[in-house]
T-cell receptor, first 115, second 115 residues
Framework: NAGVTQTPKFRVLKTGQSMTLLCAQDMNHEYMYWYRQDPGMGLRLIHYSVGEGTTAKGEVPDGYNVSRLKKQNFLLGLESAAPSQTSVYFC??????????????FGPGTRLTVT | AQSVTQLGSHVSVSEGALVLLRCNYSSSVPPYLFWYVQYPNQGLQLLLKYTSAATLVKGINDFEAEFKKSETSFHLTKPSAHMSDAAEYFCAVSGYSGGYNKLIFGAGTRLAVHP
């Protein structure tokens, strides 16, 4: 049981280049999330998905796109990278209860630098 | 809408001293509350969670937190700090936004432990 995995772990991009970050979970969770973490700003939600084939915008979605073609995978795309997207990206998954509990399980992160 | 405030972005303690990390929340419904820990260059791990059972919640590595409804607080404590406790700690509350359940994170508190 690997939990939540992310690839790649590190990446350096030049401004304008594109890339896709892959998140995979083996816990059969319905919900998946992409966050970015920047110094002093905590975690900010980029996009999330509440099930296969569905995605929604979070707090900071501009410049990113996502897809959830399979329940276990959640892809985050940067079409034209900008230096402002230099950050650490975390994927998470969860199975919220009807009552509202939402314990999330996190991947190890992807450190992205855009020059 | 739910929100979380962590008082103190940096806390420094001596090894063996009490650890107290403060978290206040705002929620219009009975909250589900979480503390996560992030060790350097790693993802977030769940330390403990409050789900309306006992108000004093015990977590891993001797951490505990007490839910105080009257004070809208969920402070994290540990009786005796270890060097290995140096990390960033995030308080979070489950909340509904846009029709779906999400976690709302505080900005984080970085704990330093000195010999």
């Amino acid at each position: 049981n690997a939990g939540v995995t992310q690839t790649p772990k590190f990446r350096v991009l030049k401004t304008g280049q594109s890339m896709t970050l892959l998140c995979a979970q083996d816990m059969n969770h319905e919900y998946m999330y992409w966050y970015r973490q920047d110094p002093g700003m905590g975690l900010r939600l980029i996009h999330y998905s509440v099930g296969e084939g569905t995605t929604a915008k979070g707090e900071v979605p501009d410049g990113y796109n996502v897809s959830r073609l399979k329940k276990q995978n959640f892809l985050l795309g940067l079409e034209s990278a900008a230096p402002s997207q230099t950050s650490v990206y975390f994927c998470a998954s969860s199975y919220p209860t009807y009552a509202g509990e939402n314990e999330q399980y996190f991947g190890p992160g992807t450190r992205l630098t855009v020059t | 809408a739910q929100s979380v405030t962590q008082l103190g972005s940096h806390v420094s303690v001596s090894e063996g001293a009490l650890v107290l990390l403060r978290c206040n929340y705002s929620s219009s419904v009975p909250p589900y509350l979480f503390w996560y820990v992030q060790y350097p260059n790693q993802g977030l791990q769940l330390l403990l969670k409050y789900t309306s059972a006992a108000t004093l919640v015990k977590g891993i590595n001797d951490f505990e937190a007490e839910f105080k409804k009257s004070e809208t607080s969920f402070h994290l404590t540990k009786p005796s700090a270890h060097m290995s406790d140096a990390a960033e700690y995030f308080c979070a509350v489950s909340g509904y936004s846009g029709g779906y359940n999400k976690l709302i994170f505080g900005a984080g508190t970085r704990l330093a432990v000195h010999p």
